[in-house]
């Protein structure tokens, strides 16, 4: 089969080591790829932003599958685009990818289907929505509806903090842009996150390990939110009697809600879950494979990926045999450049790879480049290095060896990845 794999970040490079292990992988193309994933295939650039400008790509290179990484594309409506022509592309179609794309949409699906989650009201102008936080005090949680790449939630712990929020999307300044002229204020959960990853063929659909991301950029869960900053697999929060839960009370009626309004759901659906006391809740979905928590699910699947998405693209997902359950763990440390996700220093060269490859760790490249004959650093998060062992603690000793090997101006990353796992492991 030839591959097209659209997008340029970790999450990419990880599906382009899975795939490049299947027997059913012919040639391989990336766009626009990375220097990491430069290794693994021909990097073409392609404007990820453009379905048409993909769909080309893709007839001009004789692409049997086009795997789609990122959501900006699938919201833009890349997969109708190439469904149009007769193409073939794993992932949602743009009515169904709304699921990440419109955060009201998804809440209006979770509501009309009875899926948990949190309680909310939508907003699109500023006095109506101050008005309603003078009736619901803070904690509360701000949410520009479009796709605001990870910052567009803000968790508000103080009254000041929601009203300014709300200003800052509704009010003259329009910060998030259209994107937040939508707004979603919901209920303050409490609990322990964790992701699942549901790979869908539009009726069945077969889940990926469970992971547990590090939004925030600072050890014990301080700072700023990020787009993550590491993530271990499987997560012990998710027990089977609570996955048992998730299947039948999210999983399950989002699915059938999708089939029931006309918008099928092919590709990967991310839940972001919250265990609260009263149970699990959605946070939120997204449309695709979560980053970094990818770096860690797909070298856990029992199973070829690629077999996997091309069945589910065709269809054809009952005729898998069914995967085992993940043996051993992974774990995956964010390199992040100085300052991240403020403003951080580009171009700082990197050195150490292959001393850090050495330890058995794999460096996945998310933010980095080639110039002048040197990689640089070109991004916020630079590297995810992802170990594998065992046990939790043998992924993550791997992983952190071979963080200790690699060097840039600025490197910083956090310390305690996986401490919540093996928290819980030992209770
Ligand atoms: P989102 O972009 O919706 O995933 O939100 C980003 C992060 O904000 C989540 O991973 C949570 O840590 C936090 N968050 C979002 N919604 C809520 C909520 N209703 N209650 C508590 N925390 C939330
Ligand atoms: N790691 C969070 C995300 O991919 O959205």
Redesign the pocket.
């Known amino acids: 089969m030839n591959l097209l794999i659209i997008g340029s970040g970790g999450r990419e490079h990880a599906i382009a080591l899975a795939v490049k292990k299947s027997p059913l992988c012919d040639k391989l193309i990336c766009a626009p790829g990375n220097p990491g994933m430069a290794t693994l295939g021909r990097c073409i650039p392609v404007s990820v932003t453009d379905p048409k400008a993909i769909a080309d790509l893709a007839q001009a290179e004789s692409i049997d599958l086009t795997i789609v990484g990122p959501e900006i594309p699938l919201v833009a409506g890349v997969v109708d685009e190439f469904r149009k022509r007769g193409l073939r592309a794993f992932g949602p179609i743009a009515g169904a990818a709304a699921l990440e794309g419109s955060k009201a949409f998804s809440k209006d699906i979770m509501k009309k289907y009875a899926v948990p989650t949190?309680a909310y009201e939508t907003f699109t102008d500023l006095s109506s929505a101050l008005n309603f936080l003078k009736m619901h005090p803070a904690p509360i949680?701000v949410?520009a509806s479009g796709l605001a790449a990870?910052k567009?939630?803000i968790?508000c712990l103080t009254d000041a903090e929601a009203i300014a929020a709300v200003e800052e999307m509704l009010g003259e300044k329009a910060v998030f842009g259209e994107s937040g002229k939508t707004v979603v204020i919901?209920?303050?959960?409490e609990g322990e996150?964790a992701s699942l990853f549901a790979v869908c063929d539009g009726k069945d659909y077969v889940l990926l390990a469970s992971a547990q991301d590090h939004?925030r950029i600072f050890d014990n869960d301080l700072g700023p939110?990020t787009g993550g900053m590491g993530a271990y697999a499987p997560a012990p929060v998710v027990t089977d009697s609570l996955l048992a839960e998730v299947k039948k009370t999210i999983i399950e009626p989002t699915f059938r809600g999708m089939v029931q309004e006309g918008v099928p759901y092919t590709g990967v659906l991310y839940v972001?879950i919250?265990v609260t006391p009263q149970g699990p809740k959605v946070?939120?979905y997204n449309c695709r494979l979560g980053d970094p928590e990818c770096q860690v699910v797909l070298p856990l699947y029992d199973g070829d990926v690629l077999a996997l998405f091309d069945a589910a693209e065709r269809g054809v997902l009952s005729s898998l045999k069914a995967p085992e359950a993940p043996r051993g763990s992974a774990a995956v440390v964010v390199l992040a450049s100085g300052g991240y996700p403020g403003d951080y220093k580009k171009g700082c060269v990197v050195t150490g790879l292959e001393a850090a490859e050495k330890t058995g760790a794999h460096v996945l490249h998310a933010g980095t480049k080639m110039e002048n004959g040197n990689l640089v650093t070109a991004g916020g998060r630079v590297f995810g290095v992802v170990g594998s062992g065992d046990t939790l603690q043998d992924a993550l000793d791997q992983a952190y060896a071979g963080c200790t090997e690699v060097k840039y101006d600025g490197i910083f990353y956090r310390k305690d990845i996986g401490k919540k796992g093996l928290q819980r492991g030992l209770k």
């Open positions: 949190a949680v949410k990870g567009g939630a968790v919901e209920e303050f959960m996150e939004k939110n972001g919250m946070v939120e």
